[in-house]
């Protein structure tokens, strides 16, 4: 289907640009979400930075249904828009296209107004900082932090969404790179059920699932070898299906990631830098 496109949101559950200095942008880490302050068409609102959405995305209940979305959990449709103004720090963007999409779910969990989503795409080509413990994403040069993190993994996109590969028992395995996860996730074909650990409800923009405790064993992430992954089950069964490429194994938690906190996307190179 030509409008098909792939957008999830889990865990509660390209605009070119070429950033010349430094651009330091606050966030609240709220339930594991990056929350930054977005001024849409003059009005201050709150978005999740999430680099698993394909689009900027802009809550309304009451979308045309114009787009089929690959989510998690199958299809679902929204709607087109466009906004005259955008800002974000220092990026000010005229005439930008959007989506639109009930994002009540979100809200929900959150207990707080979020208006939007914001995919990494938006602030490419740069180098993206992210420190967890600051709570500041900065945007920057690509020769500024690159040669002061342990651990590199190269990254492509598919969707607009970032996707690497992880080596488990001698296979190779698709994965996500998500800013909108709290949590780790993996089908449940890949790792052993946690019995020290209770199951969780998983929000996503269509609904609640329950997810099992497993502990994922041996795997290669780039330069990093993780003995056992603590993570949470959940089927891509219905995600695959509508996707024509890669098959999905799994979602990678950016926020649990690093020792230190700090994640740095190369969006030049298609490189992730961490310790």
């Known amino acids: 289907m030509n409008a098909k496109k ?12 070429y950033i010349g200095k430094a651009n330091t942008i606050p966030f609240d880490f709220d339930k594991g979400l990056i929350i930054i302050d977005v001024s849409i068409d003059g009005e201050k609102m709150e978005f999740v930075f999430d680099t698993g959405s394909s689009d900027i995305i802009l809550h309304d209940t009451n979308v045309n249904q114009a787009i089929e979305y690959a989510t998690l959990d ?45 995919g990494s795409h ?65 089908d449940s074909s890949l790792g052993v059920q946690d019995h020290t650990r209770d199951a969780i409800q998983v929000t996503t923009v269509i609904g609640e699932q329950s997810s099992e405790a497993i502990t994922v064993e041996g795997i290669a992430l780039g330069s990093k070898n993780i003995i056992n992954l603590q ?15 890669e098959k999905i194994k799994g ?9 230190t ?3 740095v996307f190369d969006t030049t190179q298609g490189m992730m830098y961490f310790n």
Not at 6 to 17: C, E, K, P, R, V
Not at 251 to 259: C, F, R, V
Request: include cysteine; hydrophobic fraction near 35%.
């Open 6 to 17: 792939l957008i999830y949101i889990i865990g509660l559950f390209f605009i070119n640009l």
């Open 74 to 118: 199958g299809s679902m449709y929204a709607g087109e828009g466009r906004i005259q103004k955008l800002i974000i720090g220092d990026i000010d963007k005229n005439n930008v296209n959007i989506t639109t999409m009930d994002l009540s779910e979100v809200r929900s969990y959150l207990n707080r107004d979020i208006q939007g989503m914001l």
């Open 122 to 186: 938006i602030f490419s080509p740069s180098v993206i900082y992210i420190n967890y413990v600051t709570q500041e994403l900065k945007l920057d040069s690509p020769d500024v932090y690159l040669n002061t993190y342990k651990h590199q993994v190269s990254y492509h996109t598919e969707y607009g969404t970032p996707m690497c590969n992880i080596q488990h028992n001698g296979s190779s395995y698709a994965v996500l790179l998500d800013t909108g996860a709290s949590t780790h996730f993996f």
């Open 231 to 245: 993570a949470y089950t959940k089927s891509f069964d219905e995600m695959n299906d509508l996707l024509d490429g």
């Open 251 to 259: 979602i990678l938690s950016i926020s649990k990631l690093s020792s």
């Open 261 to 263: 906190s700090e994640i």
